[in-house]
């Protein structure tokens, strides 16, 4: 099958078989298909489209195009989730506790920040000695002995998307709804999960800016999981101002732990339980959503939730004293300045995107993947849209290591939170269930 046979079927506008996509795919994986054929046959892809079979396909090939984890041996429906990203999303670090500490196994394989978007791995990294380097039979043991392991993508799970999202990358070709669902998906279903929950954000501080196209996303995703014999289900998210109050890599551990203990901010636990019930309910440890509910409070309540997160940072070689103490074991910046109200009103807006930009000029996220983190620097105590403030009241506080990144962070966070007078009504943070 001659590459630029298949190139010219689909720039024509046909639908691909199963054999045709394989061939691409196995053409990006062993590299029988030059940068300039893969690149071609995106751009067709991007222009033309793909059936909900061509997705289908497309997915299950690059899933193949390396190992799948085989978790056959962990007892119980094994049930991940994935945020599509946004700013102040913590959510993986308590929703993973609080679901192994209700009886259904986690496996999950997460990504890290880039641009405007955190990530899990760097939040658990700033954990000392927190490891998400495992091996594929590490981390099944690990979800076998502890019900959760949290780690990094390794080089054998779909390496295909490795090669074509570079790609991607630098041929305009990353906003594609077949490729990212693709790419996505590929990854979830290679982790050997039986279940998985979809967290697609929309808004500012999302990939996907509107509603329609996030629902899109979630529909061939959901699609494409159930089509593989998966349950999955997918929340739509608000993504408009960020989710909770902290932004950084430490500080969201520190957040992350205050809702271990039901303490976290009201947005973060509305969407931590969303997701845990989902994943309940679909794990088989919950007939419907309001006993799924129950439970999760009660492994909140009865300290089992932290517990378990304490165990998992145990197995991963990390100093489960966090849950107890997370100040001293977290690396702290070397200032923390708050910035502080002008004047009275009511807080009309958060841009997701100005703080996330901010968080980043403090050096918490990475412009480009080569780029290092910084653990401890970041935002804390952001005021939440609709909340009233006094003259001189905190509206945010700074954790930064040097006093430009400081000011620049400082003028960013400044333009970006609206002081007014009118009453502002708050969209619902889940706008939709799919699946
Ligand atoms: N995240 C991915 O993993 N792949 C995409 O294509 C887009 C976002």
Redesign the pocket.
Known sequence: MFPQHVIALKRDGRELSPAEIEAFVRGATDGSWMDYQLSAMLMAIYLNGMTADEVAAYTEAMMNSGVVADLSDVPGIKVDKHS??GVGDKVSLPLAAMVTACGVPVPMIS?RGLGHSGGTLDKLESIPGFNVNLSLPDYAKQVAQVGCALIGQTKDLAPS?KKL?AL?DVTAT?ECIP??CG??MS?KLAEGIDALVLDVKFGRGA?MKEIEAARELASTMVGIGQAMGKGVRALLTAMDQPLGRAVGNAVEVVESVACLRGEGPADLMEVTYALGEEMLVLGGAADDIASARAKLEGVIADGSAAAKFGEIIAAQGGDAAVVDDPAGVLPAARQTVPLVAAKAGIVQDVDAMEVALAALRLGAGRAKAEDNVNPAVGITGLVKVGETVAEGQPLAVIHADDDESWAAAEVRLRECIKIGDTTVATPPLIAERIG
């Open positions: 599509t990203g990504g998307d999202y991607r990353v490729l990212i790419s996505i990854k990939f």
